[in-house]
């Protein structure tokens, strides 16, 4: 899975993206099963395959702090949870 931006690159080398860009983004490239919800399979597979090493570890931390309701998904209101993560381990920066 390709991290597919327009070419916005910051000085610091992060791709960058709007709030709405970064959700279709994760909808398209996450979201397998189309339900409009990233469950911690679909998160773990998609971390993995964009090159996470350590990807279990780091699906199951994120996973645990943006599903705020925990009910086993990442929801329409809880994906803005996922932007601290794009910015630490994705290489993006998330601009509103």
């Known amino acids: 899975m390709a991290i597919m931006v327009e070419r916005n690159v910051s000085s610091d080398g992060k791709h960058v993206m709007t709030a709405e860009q970064f959700k279709k983004w994760l909808k398209t490239s996450f979201d397998a099963n189309g339900d409009g919800r990233i469950s911690k399979a679909e998160l ?35 994906f803005r949870n996922l932007v601290h993560f794009a910015d630490k381990y994705l290489n993006l920066r998330i601009i509103r």
């Open 44 to 78: 773990r597979r998609g971390i993995r395959h964009s090159g996470g090493l350590i990807a279990s570890w780091r699906s199951g931390r994120v996973f645990k702090s943006a599903d705020t309701n925990n009910d086993g998904f990442i929801d329409e209101h809880e």
